[in-house]
């Protein structure tokens, strides 16, 4: 097996042999769903434009609300117990590569990513009768590169985070403005043209664009792929070069 498949298969062994890095994250965006879809305006209020009510707009946003908390809270504190720890320290002496390492906690996280979004959308579906996305290659391709780009975010934090308190609390300080600019407050069709633009370069208003306009039926914008795809490689880089064993 390549060595960064091995080195994913060895983190993923050790991640769901702690129950508490992985039971307290995965209900979080099906909950958060559950509770918008019991308000009757979100499942009974109807956008006059485009038809959809509030829980077919919001369904994007749950789905990269769960991903923002698993980039930016347990992927992060993971490597800072790690580095607590002194595991870290003895993986230096080893021929691992820090790219090779947050490699395979991007696989981890992604694969993780991946299952919470088909519960999610599986909720909406058959609970609250939320459509299908009507393109689904361009709805899978915005989350992939949205996955990618809060990962990445997630892993430079998580290469530069001595401990997980200060883990812990950088990604709390990051998570409300970005959900904030994917529209979780203020909806981006509510938005004036300084907000919008803001959202239009932020991972997360990107994401959650490029998502509504592919369950809609349309192809997601050049621009917010390009947005979310930018923000995955220089966070990558970036991590990949700042990252401290100690």
């Known amino acids: ?44 209020v109807r956008d006059e434009t485009t038809g959809l009510r509030m829980i077919d707009q919001y369904t994007p946003m749950v789905v990269v609300a769960g991903l923002t908390i698993l980039a930016l809270s347990m992927l992060p504190q993971v490597f800072a117990a ?11 002496t080893t021929p691992v590569h820090p790219s090779r390492m947050l490699g395979a906690h991007l696989l981890l996280s992604g694969a993780f990513a991946c299952g919470v979004t088909i519960i999610v959308l599986a909720i909406a579906r058959i609970v609250f009768g939320v459509p299908m996305p009507e393109n689904l290659l361009g709805y899978v391709l915005a989350f992939v590169l949205c996955a990618l780009a809060m990962l990445s975010i997630g892993l ?51 994401g959650v664009q490029a998502m509504q306009d592919a369950a809609a039926g349309d192809w997601p914008q050049l621009l917010h792929l390009a947005v979310m795809a930018g923000w995955a490689v220089l966070a990558g880089l970036l991590a990949a070069r700042l990252f401290r064993w100690e």
């Open 1 to 44: 097996m390549p060595p960064l498949i091995r080195l994913t298969a060895a983190e993923a062994r050790l991640f769901f042999r702690e129950p508490l890095n992985w039971s307290l994250m995965l209900p979080v965006a099906p909950i958060l769903l559950i509770i918008l879809g019991s308000i009757p305006a979100f499942r009974e």
């Open 82 to 92: 790690y580095r607590e720890k002194g595991v870290l320290r003895r993986l230096r």
């Open 156 to 206: 430079l934090l998580a290469a530069l985070a001595p401990s997980g308190t200060s883990a812990g609390a950088v990604g709390m300080i990051l998570f409300f403005p970005l959900m904030f600019f994917a529209g979780l407050w203020i909806p981006r069709s509510a938005m004036n043209e300084t907000l919008l633009t803001i959202s239009d370069f932020s991972p997360l208003g990107a």
